[in-house]
């Protein structure tokens, strides 16, 4: 089943702060973020694993809880280049043995204005 | 280096031909996949390969679809014959290996437009 993303859609200021959650019915392996600018290739942002690690890029940094099976990707200060879809991809745990096979959800739009 | 390469990059056909989509992927990487993003069902993953042999067909819409990867730097997906309904923004992505750590790499894509 495809992940559920929340919001989905998001206008920011510059300078403000937001809050993407992926939720996920099903034990996950790993969680992937990506965004992808209007009419562009969806672009690799991290992955997280199992094991409710955080991971950081710059100002924009994720979680991931594996009970509660939900990730939420967390933009700080925001900048007018943080403009696009958002994209969480979600792995399916499967006897521990990743096949890497991604199910995406339906994005999040996020809109900063100046 | 270079990324995903796809070609065409935009193609407008009519409904009834056939349609050939064509995909590079980074060299070096195992794993090729191919994805059909439109605004109803979002990105999806159609087929992907792991080292030219096709592991997990199942998001191939039917049998109007058809993909091969005759070598490690090639790969085509296929629809004979297209529908309207096949209008969407196909994506070929590759990684170097499957596992919690390996990253997909997405190509420009391919905008596909039938009449």
């Known amino acids: 089943q495809q992940p559920v993303q929340s919001p989905q859609a998001v206008i920011l200021r510059e300078g403000e702060d937001a809050v993407i959650n992926c939720s996920s019915s099903k034990a996950l392996y790993s969680v992937h973020w990506y965004r992808q600018k209007h009419g562009e290739a969806p672009v690799f942002l991290m992955i997280?694993?199992?094991?409710?690690e955080q991971k950081g890029h710059d100002k924009i940094s994720a979680s991931f809880n594996e009970k509660k099976q939900q990730s939420s990707l967390y933009l700080t200060a925001s900048q007018l280049s943080y403009s696009g879809t958002y994209f969480c991809g979600t792995e399916v745990a499967a006897g521990g043995t990743s096949y890497g096979k991604l199910t995406f959800g339906q994005g999040t739009i996020l809109t900063v204005h100046p | 280096d270079a990324g995903v390469i796809q070609s065409p990059r935009h193609e407008v056909t009519e409904m009834g031909q056939e349609v050939t989509l064509r995909c590079k992927p980074i060299s070096g990487h195992d794993y090729l996949f191919w994805y059909r993003q439109t605004m109803m069902r979002g990105l999806e993953l159609l087929i992907y390969f792991n080292n030219n042999v096709p592991i997990d067909d199942s998001g191939m819409p039917e049998d109007r679809f058809s993909a091969k990867m005759p070598n490690a730097s090639f790969s085509t997906l296929k629809i004979q014959p297209s529908e309207p309904r096949d209008s969407a923004v196909y994506f070929c992505a590759s990684s170097l290996a499957v596992g919690p750590r390996e990253t997909q790499y997405f190509g420009p894509g391919t905008r596909l437009l039938v009449l």
């Open positions: 997280l694993l199992k094991g409710g």
